[in-house]
């Protein structure tokens, strides 16, 4: 009897000494909530008095997936000379990064109607939805509704767009 009498005194200390740990651990929750709360109203209220960013989604770090680079490797070998890279391979995954942060960006805000990424001097993407519309078939004369579709349309801008002119 006297061993069940020792047994729960002692686990009753334990769980008063854990209940006061868990106490103990609350307030440094929520001290540590406190600081993270004014630290981002402070960070929002600087925000806001700059001009609105866009922030896109975080870019996973890159792996190189072979077929779509492949296919230019004069892109690669001048990326490899402008930037001092010792292989090809740097080269390839350098390229690949830029191109899944600019893909990324347009799947990011797909959504926005009129979204533009615009790189100077190189070109404009930028984002349209179009309606969906009913269209009469030729022959046979039935009525079609087509989808509503998003497009990402190019606008080539400096050199390129110079170069187009052919007269």
């Excluded at 109607?113 to 001097?121: A, D, Q, T």
């Amino acid at each position: 009897m006297n061993a069940a009498i020792h047994h729960i005194q002692t686990a009753s200390g334990e769980l008063s000494k854990l209940q006061s740990e868990v106490l103990r651990l609350e307030e440094r929750i929520q001290t540590a909530q406190r600081t993270l709360r004014e630290a981002t109203e402070t960070l929002s209220f600087e925000e806001q008095q700059r001009a609105p960013v866009l922030r896109a989604a975080p870019v996973p770090p890159y792996r190189l997936r072979g077929f779509p680079l492949k296919t230019n490797p004069e892109l690669c070998a001048r990326v490899q000379q402008a930037l001092s890279l010792e292989t090809k391979k740097e080269a390839e995954v350098a390229v690949g990064a830029v191109i899944d942060a600019l893909e990324q960006t347009l799947l990011n805000n797909l959504g926005i109607e009129g979204f533009s990424l615009k790189l100077g001097g190189f070109g404009k993407f930028k984002v349209r939805h179009l309606k969906a519309t009913t269209r009469r078939l030729g022959f046979s004369g039935e009525t079609v509704t087509t989808k509503p579709k998003r497009k990402v349309k190019f606008v080539p801008l400096g050199m390129l767009r110079m170069s187009e002119k052919v007269g």
